[in-house]
């Protein structure tokens, strides 16, 4: 399946970003009687309104305020450890290589997760990790208006992968690469270069922003139309703009017998017949056209809000019912949970690719934020004192501590939070043992033992 999406890409990413056609003027339409000098004056004092990125910010920021809570072992624990701090030699850990990974499936519907590695190893031992650190594998984010071809199976698994990366040798024309379950090529201004590899699948995961056909690798983006409305925006302000600065100032008029031409302009006077009647007075285009740009603008705003479903997210404020309110932030909710569900299917993509790679089990487990309600770190805590009291169990308050644990310390760091863990596991042990032995030394009537002092100790 050929990308056929590359200009669409292209404007969603200038819209969130604000550059390309919103930078230049690119994206300004020419109105059929406006002169080249006066488009090209106006591409000048374009400016651009961007509501695409608060949009999709609120989309994803979210998923992200707190920290994922992630259990994993197997052969490959240790090499993976390694792997999550620092994902591509450039000190990117999982969680920033996961949440680039959201912004771009959010925005464009699909993100592409490659995996290489500069060479082939097999992990026997933390001491063949630590030996072959280099070699160990990499991940990176494909962007989607980079991706040339996607071939898929019957079920949707991905047989061929063809994207373009920088050309080191060719500044204006990007090399081309190709991943296939048996190897890669790629194919430069200086020719071609190819490998194999035993891995028995294509090394792409993928991250969706919401659920979609299996066979469409290209799937429609839902900020398209947002995109596009504030492309329409951009024309709009453009033109609202260009009234301002050609009629907003007013033009003085008076009567005079003098036949040279005058200059109008802020500082100039347009004379007319002396012998009329009318007095000298200031004359003004009407407002009415600019009026019309102003509410449409503003209608346009409301309905990108409404559109991306985040009303009570970005700041637009408006008149509504208690009732009408709980369903808008139900509504917000449920589109992040759904989200969240799909980042953490795509994460352990990337766990088993990584397997496969260093040829190791790696069991692993990934948990994202489902409950996007607002509330504070003093209500968390209440929740997990309450859930601790129902006594279900050493698993289940494990569960309660890494909630309060990400829900508190959003900002610690994964050896941080493990190191905290484990000295939570122990202390659980403790308080164990220390009920066992208490309830062993029971050697009294009930209601007796237990309420009359210890005279040996107070001796």
């Known amino acids: 399946m050929k990308n056929k999406n590359v200009d669409l890409y292209k404007l969603l990413n200038a819209a969130y970003n604000g550059d390309g056609g919103f930078r230049d003027g690119g994206y300004l339409v020419q109105h059929p009687r406006e002169s080249n000098e006066k488009y090209q004056m106006r591409k000048t004092l374009a400016h651009y309104l961007n509501y695409t990125k608060p949009c999709v910010d609120a989309h994803v920021s ?43 499936a959010k925005l464009n519907g699909v993100a592409y997760i490659v995996m290489d590695r500069a060479e082939e190893i097999k992990i026997n031992s933390l001491a063949d990790v630590e030996a072959n650190r280099n070699n160990l594998p990499y991940a990176f984010v494909v962007d989607a208006s980079s991706v040339v071809e996607v071939k898929l199976d019957k079920f949707g698994r991905i047989t061929k992968f063809v994207f373009s990366e920088p050309d080191p040798d060719n500044k204006y024309e990007p090399a081309k690469r190709t991943l296939t379950a048996d190897g890669w090529e790629l194919k430069t201004s200086k020719g071609e270069t190819r490998g194999t590899w035993d891995l028995g699948c294509v090394p792409v995961a993928r991250l969706f922003s919401k659920e979609h056909r299996s066979n469409d690798a290209f799937p429609p983006s839902e900020f398209e139309s947002i995109a596009r409305t504030n492309l329409a925006i951009y024309n709009m302000s453009s033109w609202l703009s260009d009234i301002l600065v050609n009629q907003t100032f007013s ?16 500082n100039n006077a347009l004379s007319y017949p002396a012998d009329s009647t009318h007095a000298p007075s200031f004359i003004a285009p009407s407002s009415e056209p600019a009026n019309i740009l102003i509410s449409q603008i503003s209608a346009l705003q409301q309905e990108i809000y409404r559109m991306a479903v985040v009303v009570n997210v970005t700041g637009v404020r408006s008149q509504q019912s208690g009732e009408a309110k709980a369903w808008d932030y139900e509504a917000t909710n449920q589109i992040l949970s759904d989200f969240a569900d799909m980042v953490e299917g795509a994460e352990k993509q990337v766990a088993r690719l990584f397997a496969v790679w260093v040829g190791a089990d790696l069991e692993y487990k990934v948990s994202y934020p489902s409950d996007f309600k607002i509330s504070e770190v ?23 501590f890494k909630r309060v644990l990400t829900a508190y310390l959003p900002e610690l760091p994964d050896d941080e939070f493990d190191k905290i863990v484990k000295a939570y596991e122990q202390k659980q042990k403790e308080e164990k043992l220390d009920l066992m032995n208490v309830g062993g030394n029971d050697g009294g009537q009930e209601g007796q033992q237990g309420t009359e002092p210890n005279n040996s100790i107070i001796q």
Do not use: H
């Not at 305020?65 to 850990?93: P, Q």
């Not at 033009?251 to 802020?266: H, K, R, W």
């Not at 003093?378 to 309660?400: I, P, S, Y």
């Open 62 to 104: 979210p998923i992200f305020k707190t920290m994922a809570v992630r259990d994993y072992k197997g052969a490959a624990s240790g090499a993976w450890e390694i792997f999550a701090k620092d994902v591509d030699f450039l000190g990117t850990s999982i969680d920033k290589l996961m949440k680039k990974a959201a912004y771009v």
């Open 251 to 266: 033009v003085l008029t008076y009567p005079s017998n003098d036949e040279e031409a005058i200059e109008i302009g802020t």
């Open 378 to 400: 003093e209500q968390e805590l209440a929740n997990a004192e309450v859930a601790k009291g129902l006594n279900f169990g050493d698993e289940f308050n494990m569960q309660v």
